[in-house]
């Protein structure tokens, strides 16, 4: 089976803090994404990555970097954290033919105080 | 914006076949459905997904209205753990890339 991991479970973090959230996938899959899941908002796409050091912005980028130098990695990176930012963060991975699925981590919930 | 509708909520007894809509009638040709589950708290769940011909795996079948504008996915034995929000999706291909385009699904209860 597929495994995509997300390194933290919960995070707590202050405002103003540079926080980095880790993804990793077991299977050589080329795609890589992260959303973020908020009440009422739904999933949205921050971010999308097709290959190593490829990334390309997804509706809301804003106030959000990602890094991708090894195939299996995909990290999210907040520059400075801020309370609009506290939300449930989802990374998925997919192969590059077009009609694969995506795998989902359990997701990383964060809260920025 | 998600290129679906689907109804914010139904409920189905344990034991019945669960019958989840979802309208798609910009869809386009090569454009795919797929459908995903969120249990609370964990992360989305691929299910299924067709193009046109109807599709049965061991979680779920798909079936997908001749002129492609609308589908219906069924569990065909609900069982309290199937209780989730369903999501229908219509799979965009970007310019560099695939992404899903999530709405905001349908919660399914499911009770005894």
């Known amino acids: 089976d597929v495994k995509v991991t997300q390194s933290s479970r919960y995070l707590v973090k202050r405002t103003g803090e540079k926080v980095f959230l880790e993804c990793v996938q077991d299977?050589?899959?080329?795609?890589m994404f992260w959303y973020r899941q908020d009440p009422g908002l739904g999933l949205r796409l921050i971010y999308f990555?097709?290959?190593?050091?490829?990334?390309e912005k997804g509706d809301i980028p804003e106030g959000y970097s990602v890094s991708r130098e090894k195939k299996e990695r995909f990290s999210l990176i907040l520059e400075s954290a801020s309370t609009n930012q506290t939300s449930m963060y989802l990374c998925a991975s997919t192969t590059a033919v077009y009609n694969s699925p995506l795998h989902f981590g359990n997701g990383t919930r964060l809260t920025v105080t | 914006d998600a290129k679906t509708t689907q109804p914010p909520s139904m409920d189905c007894a344990e034991g019945r076949a669960a019958n989840l809509p979802c309208n798609h009638s910009t869809i386009s040709g090569n454009e795919y459905v797929y459908w995903y589950r969120q249990i609370h708290s964990q992360g989305p769940q691929y299910i299924i997904h067709?193009?046109?011909n109807n599709e049965t795996n061991e979680m779920a079948s798909l079936i997908i209205t001749e002129d492609r504008k609308s589908s219906t996915l069924i569990l065909p034995h609900a069982t309290l753990r199937d209780t989730a929000v369903y999501y229908c999706i219509v799979r965009v291909l970007n310019q560099a890339g695939t992404a899903l385009i999530f709405g905001k699904g349908t919660t399914l209860s499911v009770s005894s």
């Open positions: 990555s097709y290959d190593v050091k490829m990334k």
């Open positions: 299977m050589d899959h080329e795609n």
């Open positions: 067709g193009l046109k």
